[in-house]
């Protein structure tokens, strides 16, 4: 196959999945890791790719972000929300990021007397219609696309709260740590872990070991993970070097909790 074919078809799978890795190169088109890397630059070349290690992500950070409205609520996520309910306490000072897990635990909470900020402006409506739930919202630039605030307006807003939890999605989880390809969404999740004092991390297992451009912070300013399936050995390792608390929901019988004697 020549490379010009080859380049098409890569593409057309980029296009399709939004990512491709150096191994499903190599596994697809019969090509040697040299191959599949020089192929990656060339596209790279053309603008339609953004090189990121072990292979390439489409160019535009909102594809690599499925758009908020239409992310899917799946059973998985609702479990891990309904998890992450219990942490939560009457009277409570909570912080809460952009994330569709997150908006459940918003939604299923029934602590009283807690005050909520937040950067987005779903989490802020469905909370606002509770009277006895004071919030606060983040603002700076919006994010149509997010539906959100992001930037430094953002964080300025954010470094004026000291919150007991941050509840806090992510896009990917890898052993270096949490990774998002926007590079705003980035900055502003990283002002919410600095600002608190206990880091909640809400995640299906489709979040495990990968990674974008933009780091957002190390697995060690991570407190406590939820998730549905554990992560595979190297990384569930990382975590309990770190003395992070790894909840499974699918198997609560088992969940572990790391550091702990």
Known sequence: ?????????????????????LEE??????????????????????????????????????????????????????????????????????????????????????AKGTTIVTNSIDIMN????????TVYLAGGKFNPFQRNFVGPQTAAALKAYKPDQLFIGACAIGLEGLSSPDEQEAFTKKRMIQSARKVILLADHTKFHKEFFHKVCDLSEIDVIITDIAPQPALKELLEKHSIELIITTNEEESERYGEN
């Open 126 to 133: 469905l909370l606002s219609e509770r009277p006895e739930t």
């Open 25 to 110: 190169i190599m596994s697809r088109f019969h090509v040697s890791r040299d191959t599949a890397r020089r192929d990656l630059v060339k596209l790279e070349e053309t603008g339609s790719v953004i090189r990121v290690k072990g292979g390439a992500l489409r160019s535009s950070n909102h594809d690599q972000l499925t758009k908020y409205l239409h992310r899917e609520v799946t059973k998985e996520k609702e479990l891990i929300a309904k998890k992450a309910c219990t942490f939560i306490h009457d009277n409570g000072f909570i912080m809460f990021d952009t994330s569709t897990t997150v908006e459940c635990v918003a939604r299923y909470m029934n």
């Open 1 to 21: 196959m020549s490379q010009k074919i080859r380049l098409k078809q890569i593409q057309e799978l980029l296009n399709t999945q939004g990512e491709v890795s």
